[in-house]
Nanobody, 122 residues
Framework: QVQLVESGGGLVQAGGSLRLSCAAS????????MGWFRQAPGKEREFVAV????????YHADSVKGRFTISRDNAKNTVYLQMNSLKPEDTAVYYC???????????????WGQGTQVTVSS
């Protein structure tokens, strides 16, 4: 089992940047695929990005490709989401998740953090 805690959210102007972090507890962090998802008010939770256990393979949703970058540091039990060129439509609660199957479905990830709010003003 793994416990996840996100940080780094906040209020930023359009065009700005934020880096989200997700710290994981437990000694098996490096065995998990790690994903980022987001959920805007009134909308379903949607996939943002995923990174494999070694950190050498990533996949990003089309809506964030070229602007967001997922990465991980297994020595620090942490996964990151670097978000650049932020847009108002990126406003959402951002969640990190851990699982064993890399993919865009929330059902692939049994472990979730509590989320961190990102608000992008126009």
């Amino acid at each position: 089992q793994v416990q996840l805690v996100e940080s780094g959210g906040g209020l930023v102007q359009a065009g700005g940047s934020l880096r989200l972090s997700c710290a994981a507890s437990g000694r098996t962090f490096s065995s998990y695929v790690m994903g980022w998802f987001r959920q805007a008010p009134g909308k379903e939770r949607e996939f943002v990005a995923v990174v494999n256990w070694r950190g050498d393979s990533t996949y990003h949703a089309d809506s964030v490709k070229g602007r967001f970058t997922i990465s991980r540091d297994n020595a620090k039990n942490t996964v990151y989401l670097q978000m650049n060129s932020l847009k108002p439509e990126d406003t959402a609660v951002y969640y990190c998740a851990a699982g064993w199957i890399a993919g865009p479905s929330t059902s692939s990830y049994p472990y979730w953090g509590q989320g961190t709010q990102v608000t992008v003003s126009s």
